[in-house]
């Protein structure tokens, strides 16, 4: 019985909280992604000793554990990471990993987005020129599942989705699964006449679509959530891709130091598709240059044309 009186003043503030004209909430969200494929391929490959193989495992986890903060209203809100020092930029350096992380990361600053037009803008800094991608937001066709659970004392309700896969995040990078990619006889022999060595990204592919899961709360009934991620009668707390895991570790209703939101002005305005073809387009001369100096990282591989 105190349960369900418990309960139902939750409710019945926050409803109080909504219904005011300046409605705002704040919630924190840590952001972790697997690693544990590229670790096994690097472990089938002769070239990579355990140190180097720590090392790398140590600086792409640290790379992938982020921590943002989403700042919402009934129909807008901006995502963006809390500012610290990247992970892939410690130690310094021109390896591959560094300039992958620069160029599919794009040093992302204010992620806007407003549900009631349908809209999105984010500010991307790509080698060294600030853009300004504006597009529409991508309609996700959630499906409701009947499964439950408790985050941070909200009751959840679990939702899913197919999606197409961004070929221009880092994170949805999977190593091949080939004799190459494995680096199976890699240091068997020299390279023969009509072989050529490949860089680190010709080990790599990013897979067309994946299934995502996300729990959120009618309890806080607006339809925003981490990243590009909306739709759903109620905020999103976590969202997993089967690769990246994103869950809220806090919220606050009403802060009393309220947020501007709005999206940034800066940079070259440009559409989500021409900006991902110039990403692509700079990975692939990315991947020609390291083809050229023989350099990725410790992680060579040889394909015979």
Same mark, same amino acid.
């Given at each position: 019985?105190?349960? #369900?009186?418990?309960?139902?003043l939750?409710?019945?503030?926050?409803?109080?909280?909504?219904?005011?004209?300046?409605?705002?909430?704040?919630?924190?969200?840590?952001?972790? =992604? *697997?690693? *544990?494929?590229?670790?096994?391929?690097?472990?089938?490959?002769?070239?990579?000793?355990?140190?180097?193989?720590?090392?790398?495992?140590?600086r792409?986890? %640290?790379?992938?554990?982020? =921590?943002?903060? #989403?700042?919402?209203? %009934?129909?807008?809100?901006?995502?963006?990471?809390?500012?610290k @020092?990247?992970?892939?930029?410690?130690?310094?350096?021109?390896?591959?990993?560094?300039?992958?992380?620069s160029?599919? &990361?794009?040093?992302?600053?204010?992620?806007?987005?407003?549900?009631?037009?349908?809209?999105?803008?984010?500010?991307?800094?790509?080698?060294? %020129?600030?853009?300004?991608?504006?597009?529409?937001?991508?309609?996700?066709k959630?499906k409701?599942?009947?499964?439950?659970?408790?985050?941070?004392?909200?009751?959840?309700?679990?939702?899913?989705a197919?999606?197409?896969?961004?070929?221009?995040?880092f994170?949805?990078?999977?190593?091949?699964?080939? $004799?190459?990619?494995?680096?199976e006889?890699?240091?068997?022999? %020299?390279?023969?006449?009509?072989?050529?060595?490949?860089?680190? @990204?010709?080990?790599?592919?990013?897979? $067309?679509?994946?299934?995502?899961?996300?729990?959120?709360?009618?309890?806080?009934?607006?339809?925003?959530?981490?990243?590009?991620y909306? &739709?759903?009668?109620? #905020?999103? #707390?976590?969202?997993?891709?089967?690769? =990246?895991?994103?869950?809220?570790?806090?919220?606050?209703?009403?802060?009393?130091?309220?947020?501007?939101?709005?999206?940034?002005a800066?940079?070259?305005?440009?559409?989500?598709? @021409?900006?991902?073809?110039?990403?692509?387009?700079?990975?692939?001369?990315?991947?020609?240059?390291?083809?050229?100096?023989?350099?990725?990282?410790?992680?060579?591989?040889?394909?015979?044309?």
């Open positions: 019985m105190k349960k #369900l009186i418990f309960s139902t939750l409710v019945l503030s926050f409803i109080t909280s909504f219904a005011q004209k300046d409605f705002q909430g704040m919630a924190v969200y840590e952001s972790k =992604t *697997s690693t *544990s494929d590229f670790k096994m391929r690097m472990e089938g490959n002769k070239s990579m000793t355990p140190d180097m193989i720590k090392g790398i495992e140590e792409m986890k %640290k790379a992938f554990e982020k =921590t943002f903060i #989403l700042h919402f209203d %009934k129909s807008a809100s901006i995502y963006k990471e809390e500012e @020092l990247d992970a892939m930029e410690q130690g310094g350096g021109s390896s591959p990993w560094r300039m992958m992380a160029v599919t &990361g794009g040093g992302g600053g204010t992620y806007y987005k407003n549900v009631k037009d349908k809209s999105y803008t984010v500010d991307k800094e790509l080698m060294g %020129k600030e853009f300004l991608v504006k597009d529409t937001l991508t309609s996700m959630w409701m599942e009947a499964e439950t659970r408790l985050i941070g004392g909200y009751n959840c309700y679990k939702a899913t197919i999606m197409p896969v961004s070929k221009t995040d994170r949805n990078f999977r190593p091949k699964d080939d $004799k190459n990619a494995k680096g006889g890699s240091n068997d022999k %020299k390279p023969e006449e009509g072989e050529k060595k490949s860089s680190i @990204l010709d080990m790599i592919e990013v897979p $067309k679509e994946q299934v995502i899961t996300a729990w959120y709360t009618p309890e806080i009934p607006v339809s925003q959530g981490p990243e590009g909306w &739709g759903l009668p109620g #905020l999103i #707390l976590e969202v997993n891709d089967g690769k =990246t895991v994103i869950l809220c570790s806090k919220i606050v209703l009403n802060p009393k130091e309220k947020e501007v939101i709005k999206p940034v800066k940079g070259k305005v440009i559409s989500q598709k @021409l900006f991902d073809e110039t990403m692509i387009q700079k990975m692939e001369e990315m991947r020609e240059m390291y083809r050229g100096r023989g350099g990725n990282g410790g992680m060579q591989i040889r394909i015979t044309n």
